[in-house]
Antibody, heavy 120, light 106 residues
Framework: QVQLQESGPGLVKPSQTLSLTCSVS??????????WSWVRQPAGKGLEWIGR???????SYNPSLKSRVTVSLDTSTNQFSLRLSSVTAADTAVYYC????????????WGQGTLVAVSS | DIQLTQSPSSLSAAVGDSVTITCRAS??????VNWYQQRPGKAPELLIY???NLKSGVPSRFSGSVSGPNFTLSISSLQPEDFAIYHC?????????FGGGTKVEF
């Protein structure tokens, strides 16, 4: 059974870069059946897909965030990461990492989520 | 980008009731809709994929259907653990997107 776990700072200052890591167990991020994605949810609001990475390293981002987002893969540690630059209060949210089935693009496994607040 | 409009945004129900949640897409997207359940303080969990396919282990009281741009999640005989927020998601085109969510409460 695959498990995902987010880690990273819970507080980031405005204009700085948010960095999170997702540790994966029970599956390999280097096997090409899945994409590895980030999704966020501001308090009391809906879900927003941020971006994904495939085992070969190809990436895809939400155009609304594309200029600020980087998703990367570390096959040696079986982790993938999110970097979101120039953050503002609007980026305050719970951030989830998730495994995305490549054919039908549904998220079949999720991390528990981590709250990141942007505040000075 | 494809927009998903979920309705209602919230509904009140009792244990044993049957409820229906609708997700309308801004264009025809075949069967590329998935449904998730999110309990308070928890991550979303996949319930149904490709409009009508139940994920393994999900109770059969959950079902999904599609008619044109309209997708429906139905729950028959609500159980206490079903009181949660339900999200639809389109995977027809990138960026994948979600509806605004429907809160099912007492």
């Amino acid at each position: 059974q695959v498990q995902l776990q987010e880690s990273g700072p819970g507080l980031v200052k405005p204009s700085q870069t948010l960095s999170l890591t997702c540790s994966v167990s029970g599956d390999s991020v280097s096997i090409g059946r899945y994409y590895w994605s980030w999704v966020r949810q501001p308090a009391g609001k809906g879900l927003e897909w941020i971006g994904r990475i495939y085992s070969g390293g190809s990436t895809s981002y939400n155009p609304s965030l594309k200029s600020r987002v980087t998703v990367s893969l570390d096959t040696s540690t079986n982790q993938f990461s999110l970097r979101l630059s120039s953050v503002t209060a609007a980026d305050t949210a719970v951030y989830y990492c998730a495994r995305e089935w490549g054919v039908r693009r549904y998220f079949d496994s999720w991390g528990q989520g981590t709250l990141v607040a942007v505040s000075s | 980008d494809i927009q998903l409009t979920q309705s209602p945004s919230s509904l009140s129900a009792a244990v044993g009731d049957s409820v229906t949640i609708t997700c309308r897409a801004s264009q025809i997207i075949s069967s590329f809709v998935n449904w998730y359940q999110q309990r308070p303080g928890k991550a979303p969990e996949l319930l149904i994929y490709a409009a009508s396919n139940l994920k393994s282990g999900v109770p059969s009281r959950f079902s999904g259907s599609v008619s044109g741009p309209n997708f429906t999640l139905s729950i028959s005989s609500l159980q206490p653990e079903d009181f949660a927020i339900y999200h639809c998601q389109q995977s027809y085109s990138s960026p994948v997107s979600f509806g605004g969510g429907t809160k099912v409460e007492f």
